[in-house]
């Protein structure tokens, strides 16, 4: 009869030899890594190949990397006698055909992993859950799909509702590490249906606290990315997340997974050149993130267009010379512009044409009839000099032998060009029709009361008023959608891919010089120049050379994404997605014009003021009913003694909301103790010290009101000198100071909450705050109540 022990020992079995496997693939991907990276000079070409190629390696071997740990977590048993075990990678035999030792988690057959269930087997009759300690097997799990399972000699544990119960517990109650972990071993069947949802169209994911929305959201961009490799590796995948703190905590999960091909930023660093820091006032934000600010922007451009009075013609002074362009030929110039149905700065070039040839025209006339006036005698005797060299000559009048031959040498084209350089007209061309970017019109809108009375007319005074800053402030995540909606109006243009442009002219301009010495030099010294040479230039030109000696562009597709204003995603996936602005939203949408979103969140957690009361009302004037909406409806990381006290403030929230359901106890009453407001900061910091020293392992965060943020962090850090807080604490120390709003998203073991109720009062939805810090922890919960 089989034991556990024996079960262990066949485990260790295969489960050393996928090791084996794992070590030779390293091997070889290194091998030839090393070989790729080592291999001898050669052309420019030859080395922009190697490049790509020690990149691929590269990838290949830290996928490799990444999977070290936790390689093998199961194995399912069918009905039909198969047997699949179940990983982090797919690994193949190479001496069978190819026949599979290791399924990837992600491939279409390990799906029944994490969705068959004693109702609904699927085919399986056990699934074993394999638990490793590096490359040691310490512990396997079975669940019984079929009754007969649970008589045989083998099986080892029970069925349970939850997948991998054993497992799912061991993880929860492990202590926190300031990184978020995988959960690749522990999806359960409602995670696993959204994880694996179809890629096209916008899946909301609704989920309270606990219920795993952001690993599941990170896992989704996994199986994405594996699944329709071949779309989304050109294309990428962007993850937005609500600060640098919360995508610092997650950024370790898709590395672990073995993906790479994601652009991990929030909001304020969604314009390329801008990396906003600075938050708002809630009620400045909200008036940034209203849809009503793509009018005023919209608005701003047109006001800043202008004409010249009926009578008033605008003058324009070149070397003493005066041009005048009357209001007829300026509204002729903008409706030209308005006619290409072109974004501003697009548009433009139509005006610039017009108005030049208007002044080329009077130029000419001015020459025609007195084409010297008003020149210095050096600059006609330079003049008479040219003319005779071509002979011609000035008559007494100043006029060349046959007007029209002096006519007929100017050059319409040189006298636009010149004119185009001289600075007055280019100031004409800027007052008619100004030559904008996005952070000259934002900059100014902001912080030119007359330019903001006349664009937003719709807002009141005091509305107005909050929006105004100093010239040049400091841009705020607020702005973020304002710059991207003016440059969609403005039509700016890519700098880097200006450059870039700029780059390989310059780059063909080379190469024609060196194929051009090349042509000169090849028949100076034939004996007979009639011999049929074949030269270089006969067999290629300078494009073709040029792009031989071109340098590749060796970024990630993150990196290159990241860095383009008009990169568009192959999927986007928005964490804390209830906190966006409307604003917002018509930034993404612009990255994504396929509409291919998985949008997670709670709208229960909302704390924004530009935030959603209900997905609803934030998706459907923006998209229609072109969504789908699924929930996540069990906590997993929230012991219920904790919920129990937080479904009081959801109550207060919204009373028809429901929290999640918790899975687990933890035995521990939350804590609550009354202090008066002068004994909070030194009580705050008794508190902490305290149960930092009663935490074995793990962390704790002290979360406190944004009101009296300064007061109490330095009441707990002058007492816990150790404690990390401010702008991007960091998340790696024992103990972090945070307010509500930087702690959503994060986990700890141990949460002591400070002045609750000031929590809620801290702003228009401080009670939504409130319950997003009392839903922190994992294991316990202190609370300081004031009054």
Same mark, same amino acid.
């Given at each position: 009869?089989?034991?556990?022990?024996?079960e262990? /020992?066949?485990?260790? #079995?295969?489960?050393?030899?996928?090791?084996?496997?794992?070590?030779?693939?390293?091997?070889?991907?290194?091998?030839?890594?090393?070989?790729?990276?080592?291999? &001898?000079?050669?052309?420019?070409?030859?080395?922009?190949?190697?490049?790509v190629?020690?990149?691929?390696?590269?990838?290949?071997?830290?996928?490799?990397?990444?999977?070290?740990?936790?390689?093998?977590?199961?194995?399912?048993?069918?009905?039909?006698?198969?047997?699949?075990?179940?990983?982090?990678?797919?690994?193949?035999?190479?001496?069978?055909?190819?026949?599979?030792?290791?399924?990837?988690?992600?491939?279409?057959?390990?799906?029944?992993?994490?969705? /068959?269930?004693?109702?609904?087997?699927?085919?399986?009759?056990?699934?074993?859950?394999?638990?490793?300690?590096?490359?040691?097997?310490?512990?396997?799990?079975?669940?019984?799909?079929?009754?007969? =399972?649970?008589?045989?000699?083998?099986?080892?544990?029970?069925?349970?509702?939850?997948?991998?119960?054993?497992?799912?517990?061991?993880?929860?109650?492990?202590?926190?590490?300031?990184?978020?972990?995988?959960?690749?071993?522990?999806?359960?069947?409602?995670?696993?249906? =959204?994880?694996?949802?179809?890629l096209a169209?916008?899946?909301?994911?609704?989920?309270?606290?606990?219920t795993?929305?952001?690993?599941?959201?990170?896992?989704? &961009?996994?199986?994405?990315?594996?699944?329709?490799?071949?779309?989304?590796?050109?294309?990428?995948?962007?993850?937005?997340?609500?600060? %640098?703190?919360?995508?610092?905590?997650? @950024?370790?999960?898709?590395?672990?997974?073995?993906?790479?091909?994601?652009?991990?930023?929030?909001?304020?660093?969604?314009?390329?050149?801008?990396?906003?820091?600075?938050?708002?006032?809630?009620?400045? +934000?909200?008036?940034?993130?209203?849809?009503?600010?793509?009018?005023?922007?919209?608005?701003?451009?047109?006001?800043?267009?202008?004409?010249?009075?009926?009578?008033?013609?605008?003058?324009?002074?070149?070397?003493?010379?005066?041009?005048?362009?009357?209001?007829?030929?300026?509204?002729?110039?903008?409706?030209? &512009?308005?006619?290409?149905?072109?974004?501003?700065?697009?548009?433009r070039? /139509?005006?610039? #044409?017009?108005?030049?040839?208007?002044?080329?025209?009077?130029?000419?006339?001015?020459?025609?009839?007195?084409?010297?006036?008003?020149?210095?005698a050096?600059?006609?005797?330079?003049?008479?000099?040219?003319?005779?060299?071509?002979?011609?000559?000035?008559?007494?009048?100043?006029?060349?032998?046959?007007?029209?031959?002096?006519?007929?040498?100017?050059?319409?084209?040189?006298?636009?060009?010149?004119?185009?350089?001289?600075?007055?007209?280019?100031?004409?061309?800027?007052?008619?029709w100004?030559?904008?970017?996005?952070?000259?019109?934002?900059?100014?809108?902001?912080?030119?009361?007359?330019?903001?009375?006349?664009?937003?007319?719709?807002?009141?005074?005091?509305?107005r008023?909050?929006?105004?800053?100093?010239?040049?402030?400091?841009?705020?995540?607020?702005?973020?959608?304002?710059?991207?909606?003016?440059?969609?109006?403005?039509?700016?243009?890519?700098a880097?891919?200006?450059?870039?442009?700029?780059?390989?002219?310059?780059?063909?301009?080379?190469?024609?010089?060196?194929?051009?010495?090349?042509?000169?030099?090849?028949?100076?010294d034939?004996?007979?120049?009639?011999?049929?040479?074949?030269?270089?230039?006969?067999?290629?030109?300078?494009?073709?050379? +040029?792009?031989? $000696?071109?340098?590749?562009?060796?970024?990630?597709v993150?990196?290159?994404?990241?860095?383009?204003?008009?990169?568009?995603?192959?999927?986007?996936?928005?964490?804390?997605? $209830?906190?966006?602005?409307?604003?917002?939203?018509?930034?993404?949408?612009?990255?994504?014009?396929?509409?291919?979103?998985?949008?997670?969140?709670?709208?229960?957690?909302?704390?924004?003021?530009?935030?959603?009361?209900?997905?609803?009302?934030?998706?459907?004037?923006?998209?229609?009913?072109?969504?789908?909406?699924?929930?996540?409806?069990?906590?997993?990381?929230?012991?219920?003694?904790?919920?129990?006290?937080? +479904?009081k403030?959801?109550?207060?929230?919204?009373? %028809?909301?429901?929290p999640?359901?918790? =899975?687990?106890?933890?035995?521990?009453?939350?804590? $609550?103790?009354?202090v008066?407001?002068?004994?909070?900061?030194?009580?705050l910091?008794?508190?902490? !010290?305290?149960?930092?020293?009663?935490?074995?392992?793990?962390?704790?965060?002290?979360?406190?009101? @944004?009101?009296?943020?300064?007061?109490?962090?330095?009441?707990?850090?002058?007492?816990?000198?150790?404690?990390?807080?401010?702008?991007?604490?960091?998340?790696? !120390? !024992?103990?972090? =100071?945070?307010?509500?709003?930087?702690?959503?998203?994060?986990?700890?073991?141990?949460?002591?909450?400070?002045?609750?109720?000031?929590?809620?009062?801290?702003?228009?939805?401080?009670?939504?705050?409130?319950?997003?810090?009392?839903?922190?922890?994992? !294991?316990?919960?202190?609370?300081?109540?004031?009054?």
């Amino acid at each position: 009869m089989s034991s556990e022990h024996d079960e262990l /020992a066949h485990e260790q #079995d295969y489960v050393g030899m996928l090791y084996a496997r794992l070590d030779q693939m390293r091997e070889q991907a290194s091998g030839t890594l090393g070989g790729v990276r080592g291999a &001898a000079a050669g052309t420019r070409q030859y080395l922009v190949e190697r490049d790509v190629a020690a990149r691929e390696l590269g990838g290949r071997v830290a996928r490799i990397d990444a999977a070290e740990d936790g390689l093998c977590f199961g194995r399912l048993d069918l009905v039909d006698g198969e047997r699949y075990y179940i990983g982090r990678i797919g690994i193949r035999d190479e001496q069978a055909d190819g026949e599979p030792l290791l399924l990837d988690w992600r491939a279409p057959a390990s799906r029944a992993f994490y969705t /068959a269930t004693s109702a609904a087997p699927l085919g399986v009759r056990r699934r074993r859950h394999i638990h490793t300690r590096m490359r040691t097997v310490v512990g396997i799990d079975d669940d019984a799909l079929d009754r007969g =399972v649970l008589d045989e000699p083998d099986s080892v544990g029970a069925g349970s509702p939850l997948v991998g119960e054993a497992a799912l517990l061991a993880s929860l109650k492990r202590a926190r590490t300031g990184r978020m972990r995988d959960v690749v071993e522990t999806i359960q069947t409602e995670q696993d249906s =959204v994880i694996r949802d179809r890629l096209a169209g916008i899946l909301v994911v609704q989920g309270g606290p606990g219920t795993g929305k952001t690993a599941v959201a990170l896992h989704r &961009a996994a199986y994405l990315l594996y699944t329709y490799r071949e779309r989304l590796a050109r294309s990428g995948v962007l993850i937005v997340g609500p600060n %640098q703190t919360f995508l610092r905590y997650i @950024s370790h999960v898709l590395p672990a997974l073995g993906e790479t091909s994601a652009a991990l930023l929030t909001v304020g660093e969604l314009f390329p050149g801008v990396r906003a820091r600075a938050f708002d006032a809630p009620h400045v +934000a909200e008036i940034k993130g209203r849809t009503q600010m793509a009018e005023v922007i919209d608005r701003a451009i047109k006001n800043l267009r202008r004409l010249p009075e009926p009578d008033e013609p605008l003058e324009v002074v070149v070397d003493g010379v005066t041009y005048r362009l009357d209001r007829e030929t300026c509204e002729q110039a903008q409706a030209k &512009a308005l006619d290409t149905e072109e974004p501003h700065n697009v548009a433009r070039p /139509a005006l610039v #044409d017009h108005i030049l040839e208007a002044l080329v025209d009077q130029a000419v006339t001015r020459l025609a009839e007195d084409p010297f006036a008003g020149l210095a005698a050096e600059i006609v005797e330079a003049i008479e000099a040219d003319l005779r060299e071509h002979g011609l000559s000035l008559d007494e009048e100043g006029l060349a032998e046959g007007e029209d031959q002096l006519l007929r040498a100017v050059d319409r084209a040189e006298l636009r060009r010149a004119l185009e350089q001289e600075q007055p007209v280019q100031a004409a061309l800027n007052w008619l029709w100004p030559e904008l970017t996005p952070q000259r019109l934002v900059n100014e809108l902001l912080s030119a009361p007359y330019l903001l009375d006349e664009a937003a007319p719709d807002l009141s005074y005091e509305e107005r008023e909050s929006l105004r800053r100093e010239p040049g402030a400091e841009w705020t995540t607020s702005d973020v959608p304002l710059l991207d909606e003016a440059a969609d109006l403005l039509g700016a243009f890519n700098a880097e891919r200006a450059a870039a442009e700029l780059k390989r002219r310059q780059e063909i301009a080379y190469a024609q010089g060196v194929l051009d010495i090349m042509a000169g030099s090849r028949s100076t010294d034939l004996e007979d120049p009639r011999e049929e040479i074949v030269a270089v230039t006969d067999i290629i030109n300078a494009e073709a050379l +040029a792009d031989m $000696q071109a340098t590749a562009d060796l970024r990630t597709v993150a990196e290159r994404a990241a860095a383009d204003r008009t990169w568009t995603f192959g999927h986007i996936i928005v964490d804390e997605a $209830q906190e966006l602005s409307a604003m917002a939203w018509r930034l993404l949408l612009r990255r994504c014009p396929s509409r291919s979103m998985t949008l997670v969140g709670d709208v229960a957690q909302t704390g924004d003021a530009a935030g959603a009361g209900s997905w609803s009302q934030m998706l459907e004037p923006l998209v229609g009913e072109r969504w789908r909406a699924v929930e996540l409806t069990v906590n997993y990381r929230t012991p219920s003694e904790i919920m129990k006290l937080a +479904a009081k403030v959801l109550a207060r929230i919204d009373p %028809q909301l429901r929290p999640p359901h918790a =899975v687990r106890d933890s035995g521990l009453e939350p804590v $609550q103790e009354k202090v008066t407001a002068e004994e909070l900061p030194s009580r705050l910091a008794e508190v902490a !010290r305290e149960r930092e020293a009663a935490l074995d392992e793990g962390k704790l965060a002290v979360i406190v009101p @944004s009101s009296r943020a300064s007061e109490l962090t330095a009441a707990v850090s002058a007492v816990l000198p150790q404690a990390s807080y401010g702008a991007l604490p960091d998340l790696d !120390r !024992r103990i972090v =100071v945070l307010t509500a709003r930087q702690a959503k998203g994060l986990e700890f073991d141990s949460v002591v909450l400070a002045d609750p109720e000031a929590i809620a009062a801290d702003g228009p939805r401080g009670e939504n705050d409130l319950y997003v810090a009392m839903t922190r922890t994992t !294991r316990e919960l202190t609370v300081l109540t004031v009054g």
